[in-house]
């Protein structure tokens, strides 16, 4: 079997389980882990192509993960600050409940 | 396909489905943590080691600290008395598994034409960080512009807000 065809169907099932998470849980830090769990799936992706692409010395699969990288990072930051801000204005991280943009 | 990636793939799966699944919010921040774990072993196993210990840095000592913090900040570990699940789950798990029926089939459906180079790439920090200084740089400048915007958003969003102060 063609290795990288393992590493993708365990980043689509990582994708998939993340996917799930996002649009299933009620908690908003839960569907934010759920989203990191896509980014990092896609990271996979990056870096298997990148290991069985052809031209790896070109880096451009592993600069890809690493900028994906420092972009999540910066999404988790902004949006669990987000979270605290609505626990502290609505005392909830329910997601059923913030069903308003007026504060 | 050794048995290091049957393992390593083993425990992030798993790591993943624990982190979606549990009740308790805190237990699925630890379970993120080893899906986190389990991916930056497998960037590791890829050959990809700047990325590998990246990702360790990054997620694990960073984004993994963040939820945690956030979850106790917003005491979110109770479990909620009307269940963990939003109103309709079986529509979510429809969709996920829909999409992984999707791209599991594109990935078993094109094994002939995947890119199978056997030979490890020969790519040291040295070279990373000398693309990164080369042909990458105007990205890694905007990086730094965008890290930097959302550190400071991060904190006044989350700033409190005294009475009558704006």
Redesign the interface.
């Known amino acids: 079997?063609?290795?990288?065809?393992?590493?993708?169907?365990?980043a689509?099932?990582?994708?998939?389980?993340?996917?799930?998470?996002?649009?299933?849980?009620?908690?908003a830090?839960?569907v934010?882990?759920?989203i990191?769990?896509m980014l990092?799936a896609a990271?996979?992706n990056l870096?298997?192509?990148?290991?069985?692409?052809?031209h790896?010395?070109a880096?451009t699969g592993?600069?890809f993960?690493?900028?994906s990288?420092?972009?999540?990072?910066?999404?988790?930051?902004?949006g669990?600050?987000?979270?605290?801000?609505i626990?502290?204005h609505t005392h909830t991280?329910?997601?059923?409940a913030m069903n308003r943009m007026k504060g | 396909m050794s048995v290091v990636f049957y393992l390593i793939a083993a425990l992030s799966v798993a790591g993943a489905l624990a982190a979606v699944l549990l009740k308790n919010t805190v237990h699925c921040a630890l379970a993120l943590t080893v899906a986190f774990a389990g991916v930056a072993l497998m960037f590791l196993e890829l050959d990809a080691q700047f990325a590998g210990f990246a990702q360790i840095l990054i997620y694990i000592g960073a984004v993994a600290i963040l939820v945690v913090f956030a979850i106790l900040l917003t005491r979110g570990s109770e479990t909620p008395k009307d269940g963990v699940y939003s109103g309709k789950p079986l529509v979510g798990l429809v969709v996920a598994a829909g999409v992984f029926a999707i791209l599991g089939w594109a990935v078993l459906h094109s094994t002939a034409v995947l890119p199978h180079e056997t030979t490890k790439p020969q790519v040291t920090v040295m070279d990373i960080g000398n693309a990164l200084m080369g042909r990458y740089v105007l990205p890694l400048e905007i990086v730094a512009l965008l890290l930097t915007a959302a550190l400071i958003g991060a904190v006044i969003v989350a700033m409190h807000e005294k009475e009558g102060a704006r």
Do not use: C, K, Q, S
């Open positions: 079997m063609n290795p990288l065809t393992g590493y993708l169907l365990v689509a099932l990582l994708f998939a389980i993340g996917l799930a998470g996002a649009l299933t849980r009620r908690n830090i839960l934010l882990i759920g990191e769990l990092n990271n996979l870096i298997a192509f990148w290991r069985y692409g052809p790896p010395e880096l592993m600069m993960a690493i900028f990288i420092a972009v999540a990072a910066a999404e988790a930051a902004v669990l600050g987000l979270v605290i801000a626990h502290r991280t329910d997601l059923d």
